[in-house]
Nanobody, 129 residues
């Protein structure tokens, strides 16, 4: 049974940092690309960063590029999102998601929620002074 459990969210001041974790079970991250999404109050789901199944290819949305870093620990089957230089507009619930199929072409377009069959419960990140 696939499970994704996010943690690490919280309240942080602008300019601060947080590291989110997503513990996965029921599958191995070597077999799938993985993605972080977020959803701000009153807004739709927005993709943040993705990492391909090989672990050596990552990409992030322009809104977070240069500030956020996605990584994973295969031994722990855990996905991470290091968030630096946080801004108030980063406030959102952050989710990790697993796609139903590990297509590289889908990884190049990771913003389509329909490509994913599992998502965690989310962790709240609030950036405020």
């Amino acid at each position: 049974q696939v499970q994704l459990v996010e943690s690490g969210g919280g309240l942080v001041q602008p300019g601060g940092s947080l590291r989110l974790s997503c513990a996965a079970s029921g599958f191995t991250m070597n077999d799938y690309y993985m993605t972080w999404f977020r959803q701000a109050p009153g807004k739709g789901l927005e993709w943040v960063c993705a990492i391909y199944s090989t672990g050596d290819n990552t990409r992030c949305a322009d809104s977070v590029s240069g500030r956020f870093t996605i990584s994973r620990d295969v031994a722990k089957n855990t996905l991470y999102l290091q968030m630096d230089s946080l801004k108030p507009e980063d406030t959102a619930v952050y989710y990790c998601a697993k796609p139903s199929i590990n297509y590289y072409s889908d990884y190049l377009r990771p913003w389509d929620p329909a490509k994913y069959d599992y998502r965690g419960q989310g962790t709240q990140v609030t950036v405020s002074s």
